[in-house]
């Protein structure tokens, strides 16, 4: 199992073979150069090897490769632009489980390659690697950045929005779950930084992730029994990565991830002076980002699914804030990448601002039921079945951009085949539950039967 995508690639570990790692360390110095590739991974125990080769390949290509080690995506967009290099390869699988693994790559404006970009880096991949052995080895050079959690942090707490004294003061209880992922260590040395009495779970470099590692509700139940046990103030879990996060109330209750974009962006553009504020997210993300958007009076803009098509299009509108409704958030005084420190941070001033419990905050929050489903695609193609769809839908309006969104004056249903696995994805939104399903059940039916 391979996917080569706007994501980047990932496969089974096994599918990551070494002349595959070889020919990609290869392109991606004819791509981007070879002043300084930087190099950092999650915690799967199949990215210690992967690293190895790719340094040791990206050192035989004529780079200087700077070594990263475990860190979380957003660290490694950071450095890129903290260093100045021209570029960074993540080896992670983001919040696919075990056995996956794979890479993403990072131009020298610290975002992540875009869809023409990865195009032309798989047709070069596919044909250095069938002349690998006729390569010239230029011999590189390598390096550690011991201090790239810190700097990260350092960066974190000077964006302008953030007061760590008035944080601190208010001496929050966070449970924290990394899933043994990447944000094992910088999360919580940011969160003590910042006052916060922490109870931490699966923070172990060393251990497999002890559940399915996407921060969804579903997936969270120890996080809620932590909280309810320790009277904390709020849950953050991270994917394996940690450029996505999640939020739990005091209650224990998950907020669903599509909101922690709507609480960051409520602080942002409460905050910002700009005459022309706005928000870029994308077509699956929640409707509440048009309703905090009204209330600030910004210019709300939605994208094709991929944080490459989020922060191309924050830096083309000179954007406020941007993210996506999986829990990620971009700041532009941050970096253009998704990243859950910035994203913790940004909450964790909110609440401190407002005073008052995050279940009682969400309760003046607008309000709609999010679906999410994954169906298996088989062999079908979305674009040969639009008609079909098309006539299931009815007199909605229709986007195209990004497989189709149909969408209703209450609702709407989006349908797009995964950057990251073999299935279709069926987002949908509406007033209430049993609406939702009655708009969604069709088109599952479709799909269950022509698969």
């Known amino acids: 199992m391979l996917i080569e995508s706007l994501s980047g690639v990932r496969g089974y570990d096994t599918a990551l073979t070494a002349d595959l790692l070889r020919a990609y360390a290869s392109a991606f110095t004819e791509a981007v150069g070879r002043d300084k590739i930087l190099l950092g991974r999650d915690t799967r125990a199949s990215g210690a090897q992967i690293q190895e080769i790719l340094a040791t390949a990206l050192r035989d290509a004529g780079a200087h ?47 992540f390659l875009d869809g023409s970009q990865m195009q032309r880096l798989k047709e070069r991949r ?20 011991a201090n790239i959690l810190d700097d990260h942090i350092r960066s974190v707490l000077q964006i302008p929005y953030i007061r760590p004294d008035i944080i601190r003061a208010r001496k929050f209880k966070i449970v924290f779950d990394a899933v043994n992922g990447a944000g094992y260590a910088i999360l919580p040395r940011l969160l003590e930084q910042l006052g916060c009495e ?7 470099a060393d251990r497999p992730f002890p559940r399915s590692p996407e921060p969804l509700p579903e997936n969270l139940g120890e996080v809620m029994q932590a909280i309810r046990k320790e009277s904390a103030d709020l849950g ?27 609480l960051a962006a409520r602080l ?20 509440a980002v048009d309703d905090i958007a009204r209330k600030f009076k910004a210019q709300v803009y939605r ?33 253009l990448g998704r990243d859950s420190l910035v994203a913790s941070v940004l909450v964790l001033q909110l609440l401190a601002e407002l005073n008052r419990p995050l279940s009682q905050i969400m309760d003046e ?40 969104k149909f969408i209703w004056d209450d609702a709407w249903v989006h349908l797009r085949p995964s950057n990251t696995e073999p299935i ?10 049993e609406s939702v399903e009655q708009r969604v059940r069709p088109f599952s039916e479709y799909f269950r039967k022509n698969v």
């Not at 080896?91 to 696919?96: C, D, G, P, R």
């Not at 922490?198 to 172990?204: D, V, W």
């Not at 679906?371 to 009815?394: F, M, T, W, Y």
């Open 236 to 262: 953050l879990v991270v994917d394996p990565d940690a450029d996505r996060l999640a939020i739990l109330s005091d209650s224990g209750a998950p907020i669903s991830e599509e909101f922690t974009l709507v």
């Open 126 to 145: 596919l044909a250095i690697q069938k002349t690998l052995d006729r390569h010239t080895i230029q011999k590189g050079s390598a390096e550690h950045y």
């Open 365 to 404: 929050m607008p309000h709609y039921v999010m679906h999410k489903q994954k169906i298996e695609r088989g062999n079908i193609r979305l674009a040969d079945v639009i008609p079909d769809l098309k006539s299931i839908a009815g007199a909605a309006r229709s986007n195209s951009e990004d497989g189709i």
């Open 424 to 433: 279709i994805r069926i987002y949908a939104e509406g007033m209430d539950r």
């Open 303 to 335: 994208t094709p699914i991929g944080e490459i098509n989020v922060a191309q299009k924050m830096r083309d509108v000179g954007a406020t804030i941007g993210g996506e409704g999986n829990g990620g958030v971009l700041l532009p005084e941050a970096h």
């Open 198 to 204: 922490l109870t931490c779970l699966n923070c172990h």
């Open 268 to 287: 942002v553009l409460g905050k910002s002076t700009a005459t022309d504020k706005s928000i870029v997210t994308n077509l699956s993300t929640t409707m």
């Open 65 to 111: 490769v700077i070594l990263l080690g475990i860190c979380p995506t957003p660290t490694v967009q950071f450095a890129v632009e903290n260093q100045k290099a021209s570029g960074g390869i993540v080896i992670t699988a983001s919040h696919n489980p075990l056995p996956w693994n794979g890479l993403k790559f990072i131009g020298s404006d610290g975002l």
